[in-house]
C-alpha cells in the first residue's frame, strides 16, 4: 500500500522550486540602465521581485498538490467482549504475594493485533481493586493484571460502556479507569465528569482521525447515581446525535461507536439493533461495533447516496461475541477479530473502507497441571496448521466445521456488491 511518502518528495521539489524562483523573482524586476553599476539596484526592488516570484511560486505549488494523488491509511482492529467469569478467576490466580497472570489468552492472537495502528476490545468487568473483591457472574471484579495483559497483548484502546459498568458502582467505574491510565490506554464510554465525558475520542494516525464513542443498552438495574448521568453512556439517539456533530466538528474523519445492544444468545440482530443502526447510518456514523449477546452476529457494508447525491459507506457488526471468557458451547465460545483498513484519498480527502476481515475466533480451555489454561484461536490459523497449544486431533475437526460455519453465518447479510472489501471473499456454494 502507497504510504504518504510523497511528501518527502514534494519537499524535495519545493526546495529546488524556492532555489530557481529566487532567481526567477530577480529576472522580473526593471531592467537596470546600461550605465547603472549591478551595486546600486535599489534594495526594494529586489524585495520586489522576490514577493512575485514567491507569489507564483506559491500558485504553482497549490496547483502541484492539487494534481497529485496519494493516499493514506489506518488499520483498526477490534474484538467483543472481555469478561473473566469465576473460573477464570482461579486459572489466573498464581500466588498472594504474585497475583494474577492472564496473558495465555492472548499468545495467538497479539501476532494479528500487532498488524493494527488500533486495537479495540471491549471491557466487560470492573478493575475495582481486591478491596471490592473478585468475582465473575453476575457482578464482574477483576485483578489490575487483566489490564497489564491487554496492554502487552497490543490493545491500545479500550470500551468501557456495558451492562457490568457499575457492578462495583461509582468507585469501580473511577478505579477502573485509573488502572486503565496506568497502562496507558485510551478509553471511552464511562467517565469521571461532565466534562470528560463531553471530549470525545480522537484517535489520530497517518492524517485520518476517528472519534470513537461507547454506549450501552443499560447497567442491569443497578441504578447510575442522582446527578451523575455522566458515568456511563446509555443509548440515548439524540445524545448520540449530539456527539457526531461535536465529532465532525472537532475535524474527525470517521466516527465510530461501539454499541451495547442486542438480545443475549440470539445470532441474528433484533428489530430493535436494526432500527438504531440506520438511524445512526442516517445521522452519519460510519461504524458501529455491536457487543452483547455473547454469540456472533453477521455484519454488513453499506454504501448508499444522500439527498445531495454524496456517496456513503458504513460498516456494522451487530455482535463480535464473547471475545475471552469461561462461557462454553452454542457459539458463547467463538468471537471475532474484527479488520478493517480505512484509506484516505489525496487531494479529494475523502475516506472510504478498503478492506474488511472478520476473523473467527475460540477460545480453547483445557487442563495443564492440574490448572484451566485459557487461549484465544484464531480459527483460520488452527485450519492452516492443523493444531495449537493445547489442542486435541479431535477438537481440529470441532474447529474445522465452526470456522466454515461462523465464515458463513458473519456474511450471511452481505450484499454480492461488497465483496470487493473483503478481504477473504466467503466461498460461492
Ligand atoms: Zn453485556
Given at each position: 500500500?502507497?504510504k504518504?511518502s510523497?511528501?518527502?518528495?514534494l519537499?524535495?521539489?519545493?526546495?529546488?522550486?524556492l532555489?530557481?524562483?529566487?532567481?526567477?523573482?530577480?529576472?522580473?524586476?526593471?531592467?537596470?540602465?546600461?550605465?547603472?553599476?549591478?551595486?546600486?539596484?535599489?534594495?526594494?526592488?529586489?524585495?520586489?521581485?522576490?514577493?512575485k516570484?514567491?507569489?507564483?511560486l506559491?500558485?504553482?505549488?497549490?496547483?502541484?498538490r492539487?494534481?497529485?494523488h496519494?493516499?493514506?491509511?489506518v488499520?483498526v482492529?477490534?474484538?467483543g467482549?472481555?469478561?473473566?467469569?469465576?473460573?477464570?478467576?482461579q486459572?489466573?490466580?498464581?500466588?498472594p504475594?504474585?497475583?494474577?497472570?492472564?496473558?495465555?489468552y492472548?499468545?495467538?492472537?497479539?501476532?494479528?493485533?500487532?498488524?493494527?495502528?488500533?486495537?479495540l476490545?471491549?471491557?466487560?468487568?470492573t478493575l475495582?481493586?481486591?478491596?471490592k473483591g473478585?468475582?465473575?457472574?453476575?457482578?464482574?471484579?477483576?485483578?489490575?493484571?487483566?489490564?497489564v495483559?491487554?496492554?502487552n497483548?497490543?490493545?491500545n484502546v479500550?470500551t468501557?460502556?456495558n451492562?457490568?459498568?457499575?457492578?462495583?458502582?461509582?468507585?469501580g467505574?473511577?478505579r477502573?479507569l485509573d488502572?486503565?491510565?496506568?497502562?496507558?490506554?485510551?478509553?471511552?464510554?464511562?467517565?469521571?465528569?461532565?466534562?470528560?465525558?463531553?471530549?470525545?475520542?480522537?484517535?489520530?494516525?497517518?492524517?485520518?482521525?476517528?472519534?470513537?464513542f461507547?454506549?450501552?443498552?443499560?447497567?442491569?438495574?443497578i441504578?447510575?447515581?442522582?446527578?451523575?448521568?455522566?458515568?456511563?453512556n446509555?443509548?440515548?439517539?439524540?445524545?448520540?446525535k449530539?456527539?457526531?456533530?461535536?465529532?465532525?466538528?472537532a475535524?474527525?474523519?470517521?466516527?465510530?461507536?461501539?454499541?451495547?445492544?442486542g438480545?443475549?444468545?440470539?445470532r441474528?440482530p433484533?428489530?430493535?439493533?436494526?432500527?438504531?443502526v440506520?438511524?445512526?447510518?442516517?445521522?452519519?456514523v460510519d461504524?458501529?461495533?455491536?457487543s452483547h449477546?455473547?454469540?456472533?452476529q453477521?455484519?454488513?457494508?453499506?454504501?448508499?447516496?444522500?439527498?445531495?447525491?454524496?456517496?456513503h459507506?458504513?460498516?456494522?457488526?451487530?455482535?463480535l461475541?464473547?471475545?475471552?471468557?469461561?462461557?462454553?458451547g452454542d457459539?458463547?465460545?467463538l468471537?471475532?477479530?474484527f479488520?478493517?483498513?480505512?484509506?484516505?484519498?489525496?487531494?479529494?480527502?475523502?475516506?472510504?473502507?478498503?478492506?474488511?476481515?472478520?476473523?473467527?475466533?475460540?477460545?480453547?480451555?483445557?487442563?495443564?497441571?492440574g490448572k484451566?489454561?485459557?487461549?484465544?484461536?484464531?480459527?483460520?490459523?488452527?485450519?492452516?496448521?492443523?493444531g495449537?497449544?493445547?489442542?486435541?486431533?479431535q477438537?481440529?475437526?470441532?474447529?474445522?466445521?465452526?470456522h466454515e460455519?461462523?465464515?458463513?453465518?458473519?456474511?450471511?447479510?452481505?450484499?454480492?456488491?461488497?465483496?470487493?472489501?473483503?478481504?477473504?471473499?466467503?466461498?460461492e456454494?
Amino acid at each position: 500500500m502507497r504510504k504518504a511518502s510523497s511528501p518527502l518528495l514534494l519537499l524535495l521539489f519545493f526546495a529546488f522550486l524556492l532555489s530557481i524562483a529566487v532567481g526567477y523573482g530577480l529576472a522580473q524586476t526593471e531592467p537596470m540602465a546600461q550605465s547603472e553599476q549591478p551595486a546600486q539596484v535599489e534594495e526594494s526592488s529586489i524585495f520586489d521581485g522576490i514577493t512575485k516570484g514567491k507569489e507564483r511560486l506559491q500558485r504553482e505549488w497549490q496547483d502541484f498538490r492539487q494534481s497529485i494523488h496519494y493516499t493514506t491509511s489506518v488499520r483498526v482492529i477490534t474484538v467483543g467482549d472481555i469478561m473473566v467469569h469465576d473460573n477464570q478467576l482461579q486459572a489466573a490466580f498464581i500466588s498472594p504475594e504474585a497475583g494474577y497472570q492472564f496473558d495465555s489468552y492472548f499468545t495467538e492472537v497479539s501476532p494479528i493485533f500487532a498488524e493494527g495502528d488500533w486495537v479495540l476490545g471491549n471491557l466487560e468487568t470492573t478493575l475495582a481493586g481486591s478491596d471490592k473483591g473478585f468475582t465473575g457472574y453476575p457482578q464482574f471484579n477483576s485483578p489490575a493484571e487483566l489490564a497489564v495483559a491487554l496492554k502487552n497483548a497490543g490493545f491500545n484502546v479500550i470500551t468501557t460502556a456495558n451492562n457490568h459498568s457499575l457492578d462495583r458502582r461509582e468507585v469501580g467505574v473511577l478505579r477502573t479507569l485509573d488502572r486503565l491510565d496506568e497502562q496507558g490506554f485510551l478509553y471511552t464510554g464511562t467517565f469521571r465528569s461532565e466534562a470528560e465525558r463531553n471530549e470525545p475520542l480522537l484517535l489520530t494516525k497517518n492524517n485520518i482521525t476517528i472519534a470513537l464513542f461507547a454506549y450501552t443498552y443499560g447497567t442491569n438495574g443497578i441504578p447510575i447515581p442522582n446527578g451523575k448521568d455522566y458515568l456511563v453512556n446509555l443509548i440515548d439517539l439524540e445524545q448520540m446525535k449530539a456527539d457526531i456533530v461535536k465529532a465532525r466538528q472537532a475535524g474527525a474523519d470517521v466516527i465510530a461507536m461501539a454499541v451495547h445492544f442486542g438480545n443475549e444468545y440470539q445470532r441474528e440482530p433484533s428489530v430493535q439493533q436494526v432500527t438504531l443502526v440506520d438511524q445512526l447510518f442516517a445521522a452519519g456514523v460510519d461504524i458501529i461495533y455491536g457487543s452483547h449477546p455473547h454469540v456472533v452476529q453477521p455484519f454488513e457494508i453499506r454504501t448508499w447516496e444522500d439527498e445531495a447525491g454524496k456517496e456513503h459507506q458504513g460498516v456494522v457488526i451487530y455482535s463480535l461475541g464473547n471475545f475471552i471468557s469461561d462461557q462454553r458451547g452454542d457459539y458463547k465460545d467463538l468471537g471475532l477479530i474484527f479488520d478493517l483498513t480505512i484509506e484516505k484519498e489525496y487531494p479529494s480527502q475523502k475516506v472510504i473502507f478498503k478492506q474488511v476481515e472478520a476473523i473467527p475466533t475460540y477460545v480453547n480451555r483445557y487442563w495443564q497441571d492440574g490448572k484451566r489454561i485459557y487461549r484465544i484461536l484464531p480459527l483460520e490459523q488452527v485450519v492452516k496448521d492443523q493444531g495449537a497449544e493445547g489442542l486435541t486431533a479431535q477438537q481440529i475437526t470441532q474447529l474445522e466445521k465452526y470456522h466454515e460455519e461462523l465464515r458463513g453465518h458473519v456474511h450471511s447479510r452481505l450484499g454480492e456488491n461488497v465483496f470487493q472489501f473483503l478481504r477473504t471473499p466467503p466461498v460461492e456454494k
